[in-house]
């Protein structure tokens, strides 16, 4: 046990984006850099923070909608995060800010309902993708964003990891199976992290530097078993340097529990 | 021509979608009821009021990424409309705020760009779909959105139209073209609208009531040319109750010009 674990108990992911509440609808929060991507922390993480501020301002207890921007690249440290919300009652829905000194980090908005007590109409019209195994798959380890990584162990299939050994499959993929590395279990709170936690998916078309996030939709669509999540991104329309990233996210019984989007843009 | 048109001169969708600015970053709206489904209007309708005011706020002409939560049920009548810039530079990104009384209607993100100036690489990495030219598909008339469908020229194709004249396709697909019945040719501020226009693809999966939206998100990739949009809408996972609506609409010359996405619950 680490120091650090023997001061602040818990999994990584709870601690990091756990918020405090002055009693006015601001919290105050601490970005830390053990999720940076080079030297900004990853969207989804902040996002997360965002959501714990709004997780505490609703009845509902599962975003099943979220959406964000991300107006200035925020720093490790201090953060403040309000909350308005904006409707209470069948689904809550809400707004959060995340500002650092005056600038606006983070802009999410979002809609809470209660996924263990829906009731309606199933019909699941796509076969989840097969796989190769964890273990047959390929570990992420340091690279561009060995803080982040760290976090996760993270397997991409082979097919989808090629980028990072030869060259680009020629497919705008990236596969494969995400837990925390600290053994904390998934839950509809650290989807919407999962879904922004892959290499993108044009480092599989192409030789591209990172490639930024214009905006970020979640929608959480089930609570996740314990276990493995097995991921899908894909990209099919790449346009004068703007691409979507789609992702699908299903739990280790095999049940979707999330479907992404993100608006991104290839720099220069 | 009609006394309407003899007074108020110009397309449908600028003339029902005009803002007026006060000024203080404020806007009045009038939101009519020419593009209601059944006694409410509709969703992509009131996006589009929100974003006359966000684009008169911003310094970029194109919205490509939008996204609205509706909190409450908007009425025709008067509106206000609040926008707060986040960011300017690179691409703007704002927020707005639709109210009637002290009810927020529509909450609105968006993040403006220039698509007229995008340069980067492009791969297109899905064929586009083929359907039946317009005048061997279904024209939409009447039924439970006779004041929206008015507005358009829409055509469903053969295969997708079966649940209004006998019963479910049995595929969660609805696909068509369309395009404004006054003669008004598409662009970037009219595709959040038209992505948002086409029959739930529900109606051809099983009998139902109507869908309501609690998100919807338009990314718009290209500015479209004149002439036929055409779209197809699919959902893949129906979760209890929960859906996601996929859209992808290409112009007239082929161009895939925007992708869509949003959350739907069924009622009951």
Not at 61 to 78: C, I, K
Not at 83 to 98: C, F, I, K, N, P
Not at 113 to 118: P, R, V
Request: some cysteine; hydrophobic content about 40%; glycine content about 10%.
């Amino acid at each position: 046990m680490s120091d650090r674990e023997a001061v602040e108990p818990g999994f990584d992911f709870d601690r990091d984006t756990a918020v405090e509440d002055d009693g006015l609808g601001r919290f105050i929060a601490e970005v830390t850099d053990r999720w940076n991507i080079g030297i900004a922390p990853n969207g989804g993480y902040l996002v997360s923070v965002a959501l714990s501020a709004l997780r505490a301002s609703v009845s509902k207890p599962d975003p099943v909608a979220v959406s964000a921007l991300f107006p200035s690249r925020a720093e490790p440290g201090a953060a403040r995060v309000d909350v308005e919300v904006l409707r209470r009652g069948g689904h809550d829905s809400a707004v959060a800010r995340m500002t650092q000194g005056d600038e606006t980090r983070v802009f999410v908005t979002a809609t809470f309902g209660d996924l263990g007590a829906a009731t309606g109409p199933t019909a699941v019209l796509e076969e989840r993708p097969e796989f190769p195994p964890p273990e047959e798959c390929v570990k992420a380890e340091g690279g561009p964003a060995p803080e982040f990584v760290k976090r996760f162990d993270m397997r991409l299939t082979p097919d989808t990891a090629v980028w990072a050994t030869s060259k680009p499959s020629g497919r705008a993929e990236m596969c494969g199976w995400i837990r925390f590395s600290d053994g904390r279990e998934p839950d509809t709170a650290a989807l919407p992290l999962i879904a922004d936690s892959f290499p993108p998916t044009l480092f599989n078309l192409m030789s591209t530097g990172w490639v930024p996030t214009l905006e970020f939709t979640v929608h959480v669509r089930g609570r996740p078993a314990p276990g493995w999540l097995q991921c899908r991104f894909r990209t099919r329309y790449l346009i004068e340097g703007y691409l979507e990233e789609d992702g699908e996210v299903w739990d280790s019984a095999g049940n979707l529990v999330g479907l992404s989007r993100q608006l991104a843009r290839t720099r220069g």
